[in-house]
């Protein structure tokens, strides 16, 4: 940073603050007490998934602590668990297999945006991506024509 940017004096800690995940107050997780320049941090909590976090820091010199930043929000998520049931069989015809598959229990604590559909080659080999799947119908059919 320029002199300008610091008041003319170098910094001497960032404080960073985050809230409990459920629009709480927020809470110093370093740098308020003692100094510290640390710029990142990584927050774990039990019960973390699908909370929304907010985050805001400032900074301090010679001078005193600036006014804080403008907030950020992150949802806590992770990757959905694999599904636990194979797709259903619905119809098939000589051509056609309709299919249905169960929505997941678990969400990984976020809206499941997408899903990913592979078919074997037949004699049970290799897989391929069905690439004509929309990746949002639970119920599909598989044209092999």
Do not use: C
């Amino acid at each position: 940073m320029t002199n300008a940017q610091t008041g003319g004096t170098p910094i001497f800690s960032y404080s960073l603050e985050v809230d409990d995940g459920n629009g709480g107050e927020f809470r110093a997780l370093y740098g308020n007490a003692t100094n510290s320049m640390s710029t990142s941090y990584i927050l774990a909590e039990p019960d973390m998934r699908g909370k929304v976090y907010r985050s805001r820091y400032r900074v301090r010199n010679a001078v005193g602590w600036s006014g804080y930043s403008p907030i950020t929000q992150k949802r806590a998520a992770s990757k959905p668990e694999a599904p636990t049931t194979a797709p259903k069989l619905v119809a098939a015809t000589a051509t056609t297999i309709s299919i249905t598959l169960t929505k997941s229990d678990d969400n990984g604590g976020s809206i499941i945006t997408s899903h990913e559909l592979y078919i074997d080659d037949g004699a049970l080999g290799l897989y391929q991506q069905v690439t004509r799947y929309n990746g949002a119908d639970l119920t599909f059919t598989i044209d092999q024509a």
